[in-house]
């Protein structure tokens, strides 16, 4: 079968769980080198776990620490990426956290904590990704674009969200971040989009799921009526990543279910 992303680079960052690792498995199926991110040394056996899972299947890749948060963690690994493998094709922008609070509780902490890492993060890592794919220039042997680059958004860049404020509000920021550079990128070849989940099965929202009792209740939000999984944003990324998306550019792709639908007025008409 004709793999999608033969002989590209993939750096996906925050691979060791939940996303991120779907992601970094589906790249590698379809036949990408991946790179899987990973922020702090507590993070690594479950880096390697995963990468240990791809190498299984006949992927390849490795894994590569830096908190997205810290510029010169972030340049490191690039460095560190380009003197591995020659170069980065596909950066997916995946790292991300909640911090959540009341609004008049929120501390300063949480709302640095949360804005560094989801868009400060994505920040310095496209910014050191649209640098490399401007060093190296177009490579038409591998895929039709210069680069690709992917943000994981959120349907909370379109759906507010009290009681995480930071969340939403760094969700908003990648929505015009993604926007602005795919406008900025476009005419050199780059291609820059986000996906933007719904409700998947993760770490991050495991209480919203974990009881029969909290997923009847999450599944009033989801007119398709499942929970997504992991594997559900990993095939919107292939797509997004491939040749087979090439004329689009500077999107939101939701993969959610419906949940940016507004469901409520279903039954409010
Ligand atoms: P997750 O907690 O499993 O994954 C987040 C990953 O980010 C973890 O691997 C974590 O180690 C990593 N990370 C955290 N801080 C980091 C840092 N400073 N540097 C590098 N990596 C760091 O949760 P997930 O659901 O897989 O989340 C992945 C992305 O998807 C996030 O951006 C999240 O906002 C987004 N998202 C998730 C859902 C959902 O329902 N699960 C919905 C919408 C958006």
Redesign the pocket.
């Known amino acids: 079968m004709e793999q999608k992303l033969s002989n590209q680079i993939a750096l996906i960052?925050?691979?060791?769980?939940?996303?991120?690792?779907g992601v970094a498995k589906a790249f590698a199926a379809q036949g990408a080198t991946v790179v899987l991110?990973?922020?702090v040394e507590a993070?690594k056996d479950?880096a390697d776990a995963v990468l240990r899972d791809i190498t299984a299947a006949g992927g390849k890749g490795m894994t590569a620490q830096?908190?997205?948060?810290k510029e010169e963690e972030v340049v490191r690994m690039f460095a560190d990426i380009v003197r591995t493998y020659g170069t980065v094709d596909i950066l997916v922008n995946?790292?991300?956290?909640?911090r959540d609070s009341a609004f008049t509780e929120m501390t300063l902490d949480q709302w640095n904590t949360v804005i560094?890492?989801?868009l400060t993060?994505q920040f310095l890592c496209a910014r050191e990704a649209i640098r490399e794919f401007l060093r190296r220039g177009p490579q038409p042997e591998k895929s039709r674009a210069t680069g690709k680059i992917i943000c994981?958004?959120?349907?909370?860049e379109v759906i507010p969200w009290a009681g995480h404020a930071n969340?939403a509000a760094s969700?908003g920021g990648i929505h015009m971040l993604m926007q602005s550079l795919a406008q900025e990128y476009a005419p050199r070849k780059i291609r820059i989009n986000s996906i933007?989940?719904?409700?998947?099965?993760?770490?991050?929202?495991h209480s919203a799921w974990a009881t029969p009792d909290a997923e009847a209740k999450l599944l009033e939000l989801i007119p398709y009526g499942r929970v997504?999984v992991?594997e559900d944003i990993g095939a919107a990324a292939v797509w997004l990543a491939s040749d087979d998306s090439d004329y689009v550019s500077g999107i939101t792709l939701f993969v959610d279910g419906g949940m940016t639908l507004f469901p409520g007025f279903s039954t409010n008409g």
């Open positions: 960052t925050g691979a060791s769980s939940g996303i991120g690792a991110n990973y922020p993070a479950a830096a908190d997205v948060s995946n790292a991300g956290l909640q560094g890492v989801n993060g994981m958004s959120s349907v909370h969340y969700k933007g989940p719904g409700a998947i099965k993760t770490p991050i929202n997504g992991t």
